[in-house]
């Protein structure tokens, strides 16, 4: 029988890149994308290292693609650990059809959790966020049900306010909440990775990344996409959500060259067609407090 390991490697690995830039006494350095990429596969592999039960969050967007595409030139080809989607069966046809093809061509071992009802959730959130509480609940649920004790999500400082407290390894109470003014401190590459048996840690080896570093990545690696985030008559979706609290917005970027050329120049922000992130201020706090993603 064939291990798991082994049977990974029949599916093809992002190939390493040689590092081809040469400084004024002719030795290799790394650019700025091998540096954000060299951080973020020491931060992957620490996770493995340390952390006996860990799955990679799949919400099937840019960001936890980069990730994905991370893991797979970590682990030379395999990723050792589940990929997980914590579904709410509300995403956009196009997001199924991507998750389906490269589960099975990234020879994924790929879990698929459902999200309760609406009814569940907080009643006072705002509507949308109310909605989005819903991958809270099913994440929770999980966590539970698998005992993971850490998962590896694709978020970045750089996405909104709260998130920008966030630290590479981040630890979760029992409950799955997080308490942002009791974070560990990280310096010099040195991360907390020991916690009570009751604590879960997230990890985000993307953290220090900006949303023009994911696409001048993509661009680079040559990472599949969902065409939702290329212009047709006009408009386009800058960040994929669910399909009933997800907007897209004005552009004529139908190619990743010009999505990388708009984000030079734009000040709108990158959620600005999530429909939660327009509801009271304090929502998208009290969801991230709770545990949502």
């Known amino acids: 029988m064939v291990d798991k390991a082994k049977r990974g490697l029949r599916y093809a690995a992002p190939r390493a890149r040689r590092v081809s830039h040469l400084n004024i006494a002719g030795l290799a350095y790394m650019d700025h994308l091998d540096q954000l990429e060299a951080e973020s596969i020491y931060i992957l592999r620490e996770a493995f290292a340390k952390l006996d039960n860990i799955a990679i969050l799949w919400s099937l967007g840019k960001d936890s693609n980069v990730v994905l595409w991370l893991a797979r030139k970590a682990f030379f080809g395999h990723v050792p650990f589940p990929v997980m989607h914590v579904d709410t069966e509300k995403k956009f046809p196009e997001m199924y059809a991507f998750r389906d093809r490269y589960a099975k061509e990234w020879g994924l071992n790929f879990i698929r959790e459902l999200c309760p009802p609406v009814e569940d959730t907080d009643p006072t959130l705002p509507p949308a966020s109310r909605s989005a509480a819903r991958k809270t609940l099913g ?155």
């Not at 799955?176 to 020991?194: A, G, H, I, R, V």
């Not at 997800?246 to 000040?267: F, G, K, Q, V």
């Not at 990158?270 to 009271?280: I, K």
């Open 139 to 293: 994440l929770q649920a999980a966590v539970k049900k698998h005992g993971f004790n850490g998962l590896v999500a694709g978020i970045r400082r750089d996405e909104e306010a709260i998130r920008a407290k966030e630290r590479y390894f981040s630890p979760r109470g029992a409950d799955n909440s997080w308490n942002l003014k009791d974070q560990p401190p990280e310096f010099w590459n040195q991360y907390m990775t020991s916690f009570p048996k009751d604590v879960h840690v997230r990890v985000h080896p993307i953290l220090h990344w900006t949303e023009i570093d994911i696409w001048r990545y993509t661009k680079r690696e040559n990472i599949p996409l969902i065409d939702l985030y290329f212009s047709k008559n006009g408009k386009r979706y800058r960040s994929l959500g669910d399909q009933d609290i997800t907007n897209p917005i004005s552009s004529n970027a139908a190619t990743l060259d010009e999505i990388i050329e708009e984000l030079e120049t734009t000040r709108i922000p990158e959620r600005s067609g999530r429909a939660m992130d327009h509801e009271s201020e304090d929502a998208f706090e009290r969801l991230r407090a709770a545990g949502y993603l």
